[in-house]
C-alpha cells in the first residue's frame, strides 16, 4: 500500500527566505505526482503536476523536483511571501483511475 | 471555463440523521468525479470515484455511498451518520484518467455530527 510522507508538518520562516518542502513516497511505481496547495477552510489548488518521466516542473517561483526511484518529491518556493502562507499537500497518482493518495502536509506561515 | 460547486458550505447534523451532499461540475464533459473526506488530524482520504454515470467505486468500507445520476453530478449520502463521520468533505474532478490530468477541487462542505 502506498504511503505518502511529508516533512517537516510544520514551517514558519521569514519574508523573503526561500525554502523546500519534501514529499517521499514508498512505491515508485507512479504516473505522476501533484503539488497542492490549500488555504485554511478552503479545497485545494493545483500548482504543479510532474509526471513520472519529468525530474522537474517550473510555475513562477515555485519549482518542483521528482526522484521516483529514491521515492522523494521537493517543492521549491524561491522568495517567499506571506501571500505563501497555506498549507502544501503533495499526492502521487499511482493507477489508472487518477485516483490520489495525499500526503499528510507541511502547514507553512511565512512572516512579514 | 469550468468550475466546480458543492453544497451545502457548512451541516451541522444530529448523531443517525440522513446526509446529502451535492457536487456538480460545469464546463466539462465525461469528467472522472471524487470524493474525499479530510478528518481533523488525519490526510485527505478518497472515498469514492466515478468514471461515469451510474459507475462508482468505493475506497474505503463505511456507511456512506455515493451515486451519480447525471454526467456532472456526483451526490455523497448517508442513512444515519456517525459522530466519526465529521469533516471536510471535498469533491474533485479531473478531465481523465491520463498521465497529465490534474485534479480540480471543489470549495468542500464542512460536516459537524453531534
Known amino acids: 500500500k502506498q504511503e505518502v510522507t511529508q516533512i517537516p508538518a510544520a514551517l514558519s520562516v521569514p519574508e523573503g527566505e526561500n525554502l523546500v518542502l519534501n514529499c517521499s513516497f514508498t512505491?515508485?511505481?507512479?504516473?505522476?505526482l501533484q503539488w497542492f496547495r490549500q488555504d485554511p477552510g478552503k479545497g485545494l489548488t493545483s500548482l504543479l503536476l510532474i509526471q513520472s518521466s519529468q525530474r522537474e516542473q517550473t510555475s513562477g517561483r515555485l519549482n518542483a523536483s521528482l526522484d521516483k526511484s529514491s521515492g522523494r518529491s521537493t517543492l521549491y518556493i524561491a522568495a517567499s511571501q506571506p501571500g505563501d502562507s497555506a498549507t502544501y499537500l503533495c499526492?502521487?497518482?499511482?493507477?489508472?483511475?487518477?485516483?490520489?493518495?495525499f500526503g499528510g502536509g507541511t502547514r507553512l506561515m511565512v512572516k512579514p | 471555463s469550468q468550475t466546480i460547486h458543492q453544497w451545502p458550505a457548512t451541516l451541522v447534523q444530529p448523531v443517525g440523521s440522513p446526509l446529502s451532499l451535492e457536487c456538480t461540475v460545469e464546463?466539462?464533459?465525461?469528467?472522472?468525479l471524487y470524493w474525499y473526506r479530510q478528518a481533523a488530524g488525519r490526510g485527505l482520504q478518497l472515498l469514492f470515484y466515478s468514471v461515469g454515470i451510474g459507475q462508482i467505486s468505493s475506497e474505503v468500507p463505511q456507511n456512506l455511498s455515493a451515486s451519480r445520476p447525471q454526467d456532472r453530478q456526483f451526490i455523497l449520502s448517508s442513512k444515519k451518520l456517525l459522530l466519526s463521520d465529521s469533516g471536510f468533505y471535498l469533491c474533485a474532478w479531473s478531465k481523465g484518467t491520463g498521465l497529465t490530468d490534474t485534479q480540480y477541487f471543489g470549495p468542500g462542505t464542512r460536516l459537524t455530527v453531534l
Open positions: 499526492a502521487v497518482n499511482q493507477n489508472a483511475g487518477n485516483m490520489l493518495t
Open positions: 464546463g466539462t464533459s465525461n469528467p472522472n
Open positions: 512505491d515508485s511505481a507512479i504516473y505522476n
